[in-house]
């Protein structure tokens, strides 16, 4: 996909369609959407609720098949490989950091990021080491040994954000990774995602609400009602 | 890195677990009670009979190792029995149900059954002074709670308790054999046992008993023969006893399992949703699932091995005689791995139900 000094997409999506069947009742989520990402870009989706962002955010994050169109995610066509291999891809190219921070409750810091480097066939000894920088990006050295209860929900993020970032994933996925963090809580892990960005060039996508947010990225892409509206 | 997810499943839900454990252990208790109640009754069969010091017994026709004896045989027979070669004590017994479950009264010739056993071993009062009187053995009076002048109810009829003896001789009420005839009805003797002068004349005595003809219906043992044959397996029915309770328990286990499992499912939804973003095959997801089933079936053996000594104490407590509990420890590994094999197969469905789990319902799992 590289072509001489244009940036490789490490995101394709052309025509990219979804249709949702609850019984009788089909909804559209997604009608027809195009975008490239190249690699590297920290991109803001930014769209009311039921725009169809979430179900962009799963298909491209492979949680779940598209009804038709490409959708290409790090040269892998997400929409015409199996189940399985779609778990690959989670394991190996995207990570995901939500809105509820998704650590799991009963493990530490430690194990959270543990467990993903296990899942991604990592090895789990060194990954101190190894992460340390973005240890010491996010300050959370001093918390790996809590549990996600003993932790703040900025905390908490960081940790999700380690854990994400732990498998080096080719593209870092991000559902309103402040939606429930206070504005102090929030502006600092924006400005994590910014500087994970320029200093380690990790691809971002963040979806949000917020405009303000939305501004950290270094584009913002419109979403309504399942397509791109600008 | 799996072992430590199943542990700290296992961990993180104390009271979940901790029930799982018991009603796993409670399954896993009832196999090793039952199974100890069967190799105890065993046990206890063989030691009273080794105790009766006979060394050749003759049973009535018709019956054979592993079923009831029927009081048929004459007693002329003990007179004729008492003349051959080699016979030093000759005597005769009676059995018959007391009314309790697996308690029987033997109807002794009291003179005759202590030349042959050594003596019975007074703990507390004597023998046989008049009509009605009964012997208990230690264990029984216990069960009882019964002293020298205690009155039993036997076969109907009340019975005075005029000594208490030692266990581990035929059986655990004595009374007279006349007695036992008068209140039964009945004339015949349930066995003769035989005592031999030395032991290496015990083969030629049972042999020579065998080629009698008017013998010839009569199963005739060596002691030391009916002690072999003195196993589970040659009791009819116990087997298929077994057999049943192993299936109750596999069952039990099954669904208890099944059941923790499918909440733990439940419960943890989102977090299978979280594994399954983070990219976990359903392979892993299942092998969590039945990771933890095996910590359960590991636990729930141990807690069951537990209980079943204290079902064992119980037991010994309240029904010394009736009911003697062997510990088997050979039966450990063999409950845990009915334990394991039914946690497994019980966390199937559930594991099958975590792994279909859409990640993305998964996720919004609140």
Same mark, same amino acid.
């Given at each position: ?230 | ?255 208890? %399992? &099944?059941?923790?499992?499918?909440? +733990?499912? @439940?419960?943890?939804?989102?977090? /299978? #949703?979280?594994?399954?973003?983070? !990219? *976990? ?32 104490? %119980? &037991?010994?407590?309240?029904?010394? +005689?009736? @009911?003697?509990?062997?510990?088997? /420890? #050979?039966?450990?590994?063999?409950? !845990? *791995? ?29």
């Amino acid at each position: 996909m590289s072509n001489g000094n244009v940036p490789e997409n490490i995101i394709h999506l052309r025509d990219l369609r979804k249709v949702y069947k609850s019984g009788k009742v089909s909804v559209e989520a997604l009608r027809g959407v195009n975008l490239d990402v190249p690699k590297g870009e920290f991109l803001s989706l930014v769209g009311p609720s039921g725009s169809g962002k979430s179900t962009l955010f799963h298909i491209v994050g492979g949680l779940t098949p598209p009804t038709s169109g490409e959708v290409i995610v790090g040269g892998i066509d997400v929409g015409k490989v199996s189940d399985a291999k779609r778990t690959e891809l989670r394991r190996t190219s995207v990570a995901f950091v939500f809105q509820k921070f998704n650590l799991l409750p009963n493990l530490t810091a430690r194990d959270n990021i543990r467990t993903a480097l296990y899942i991604a066939g990592r090895p789990l000894d060194k990954f101190e080491d190894e992460l340390r920088n973005v240890l010491e990006l996010l300050g959370i050295e001093g918390r790996l040994d809590h549990r996600p209860s003993e932790m703040s929900g900025g905390e908490q993020q960081r940790v999700a954000i380690a854990r994400a970032l732990a498998t080096g994933p080719a593209i870092l996925l991000a559902d309103e990774p402040t939606g429930n963090l206070d504005t102090a809580n929030s502006q600092a892990v924006l400005n994590l995602l910014r500087d994970l960005n320029e200093r380690l060039g990790q691809t971002i996508l963040m979806i949000t609400h917020n405009d303000e947010a939305a501004a950290y990225g270094h584009r913002i892409v419109h979403m309504r009602d399942g397509q791109i509206a600008g | 890195m799996i072992l430590r997810l199943v542990w700290e499943n296992v961990r993180f839900r104390p009271m979940r677990t901790l029930l799982s454990l018991m009603l796993i252990g409670m399954s896993v208790n009832i196999i090793l009670t039952l199974v100890g109640i069967t190799q105890g009754f065993v046990a206890d069969m063989r030691r009273r009979s080794a105790g009766t010091g006979a060394d050749v017994m003759v049973r009535p026709t018709g019956s054979s190792f592993g079923t009831g004896t029927n009081n048929t045989i004459p007693p002329t027979y003990v007179g004729y029995f008492g003349k051959q070669p080699h016979v030093v004590v000759s005597t005769g017994i009676m059995q018959v149900a007391a009314g309790r479950v697996f308690d029987m009264i033997s109807g002794i010739d009291q003179a005759a059954f202590e030349r042959m056993s050594g003596g019975l071993d007074f703990q507390e009062g004597h023998g046989f002074v008049k009509p009605r009187d009964a012997i208990v053995d230690t264990d029984y009076a216990a069960q009882l709670h019964l002293h020298v002048g205690s009155q039993l109810k036997l076969q109907n009829q009340m019975w005075t308790v005029c000594g208490i003896v030692g266990t581990g001789k035929l059986g655990h009420i004595f009374v007279r054999l006349e007695d036992l005839r008068d209140v039964t009805g009945a004339t015949g003797l349930g066995q003769i046992y035989l005592k031999v002068d030395r032991p290496e004349n015990v083969d030629s005595v049972v042999a020579a008993l065998k080629a009698t003809p008017q013998l010839a219906d009569y199963p005739i043992f060596s002691m030391k023969e009916w002690l072999d044959l003195t196993s589970v397996d040659n009791i009819s029915g116990v087997s298929i006893f077994l057999d049943v309770i192993i299936g109750f328990g596999v069952c039990t286990c099954i669904l208890v %399992v &099944l059941m923790s499992m499918y909440l +733990a499912v @439940l419960q943890r939804t989102r977090e /299978i #949703g979280i594994l399954k973003s983070l !990219g *976990a095959t359903k392979r892993l997801v299942m092998t969590l699932v039945l990771g933890e089933s095996i910590v359960a079936g590991i636990g729930g053996t141990i807690a069951g091995i537990l209980l079943s000594f204290l079902a064992r104490q %119980v &037991l010994k407590t309240f029904v010394p +005689a009736s @009911l003697p509990v062997a510990i088997v /420890i #050979g039966w450990w590994p063999k409950a !845990g *791995a009915i334990a394991i094999a039914s946690a497994l197969v019980g966390a199937l469905y559930p594991g099958w139900k975590a792994v279909r789990q859409d990640p993305i319902e998964a996720l919004a799992h609140e």
